[in-house]
């Protein structure tokens, strides 16, 4: 069998250059409680604020379902003051909140992320792990991260604005910078 001589010439003038381009967005930790707990929301994100009045306006839809469900089972008791509420009756009510808790988790998880909600809450479920919020503490939730949404949203519109005058930069003339022009 013949040898073979095996040869390798090199390209010394292919050079790779790299680059590294900056994406200009903006993300913004939000932590919640006292604790480690944050997410991750960016004012770059052109949905965070439909997103979020969509959230909050199914939220109350399904409070105000809550409430008049709530209601029409206790109606069963109001004329009598000595009967107290049956333990079927409050299983009921109780269910009705749970079944808020899941849509409204859900609702909000689909905002801000997967957990946030366990995040919003984690000191209270680190002591009360099985709680389950009333309708004004999902009011509060919603109401603590309005000032959040809002920031993100200015910051996005800000953000714009800037963008469109370099872009319309180009289109306009530009006879004031060059030489000799009076």
């Known amino acids: 069998m013949a040898e073979i001589e095996e ?3 090199e390209n010394q003038t ?3 250059e790299e680059m590294r381009i900056d994406n ?3 993300l913004t930790k939000v932590y919640f409680g006292s604790g480690d707990n944050f997410v991750v929301i960016s004012g770059n994100d052109a949905s965070i604020y439909m997103k979020f009045v969509k959230a909050r306006k199914k939220f109350l839809g399904l409070a105000d379902d809550l409430e008049n469900k709530e209601l029409e089972i206790r109606e069963k008791y109001k004329g009598n003051a000595d009967e107290e509420i ?3 009756d409050e299983e009921k009510i109780l269910e009705l909140y749970k079944n808020l808790y899941e849509e409204s988790k859900s609702i909000m998880d689909g905002v801000f992320g997967s957990g ?8 209270v479920f680190e002591v009360i792990p099985d709680f389950i919020p009333k309708v004004e503490a999902w009011m509060d939730y919603f109401d603590s991260l309005i000032p959040v949404v809002e ?3 200015d910051h996005s519109e800000r953000l714009e604005k800037i963008s469109s005058m370099k872009r319309m ?3 306009q003339p530009q006879d004031h910078k060059r030489k000799g022009a009076k």
């Open 7 to 9: 040869m390798k010439i």
């Open 14 to 16: 292919t050079k790779t």
């Open 24 to 26: 200009r967005v903006q």
């Open 86 to 88: 049956s333990d079927e």
């Open 116 to 123: 946030t909600t366990e995040k919003f809450w984690s000191d």
């Open 151 to 153: 920031k993100m949203s």
């Open 169 to 171: 930069a180009k289109y």
